[in-house]
């Protein structure tokens, strides 16, 4: 048995994806245009991994976001914050060691 495949537009694919990143389910926006959840989400995971995407702001301006560039800042942010975490534990040691000792 053979499957039949469809082919879709790029215009369709390009659109379906900027639908999928301003949505809230993935899922969702591929059951109502009607598409497989699989083809969707392989279209948007090609879509970040090639780089830019423009996605819609809450005010409707349309900005351009290289996802490898947030990915890498994200990465670097959470190693940041586990130092300043680090960094406060150290804190909060030292200042109850100085507090015991001063009573």
């Known amino acids: 048995m053979s499957r039949a495949t469809r082919s879709y537009s790029n215009e369709f694919k390009e659109s379906a994806i900027k639908l999928a990143l301003s949505a809230t389910s993935i899922c969702a926006t591929a059951k109502s245009l009607g598409i497989p959840e699989a083809t969707l989400h392989t ?3 090609k ?5 830019n995407i423009a996605v819609t702001d809450v005010n409707g301006t349309v900005n ?3 996802v490898s560039q947030v990915i890498h800042e994200n990465v670097e942010l959470k190693k940041r914050v586990a130092r300043l975490e680090q960094e406060k534990a150290i804190l909060k040691k030292a200042a109850t060691y100085f507090a015991t000792e001063l009573a």
């Open 43 to 45: 279209w948007v995971n």
């Open 47 to 51: 879509a970040k991994k090639s780089g």
């Open 64 to 66: 351009n976001v290289n």
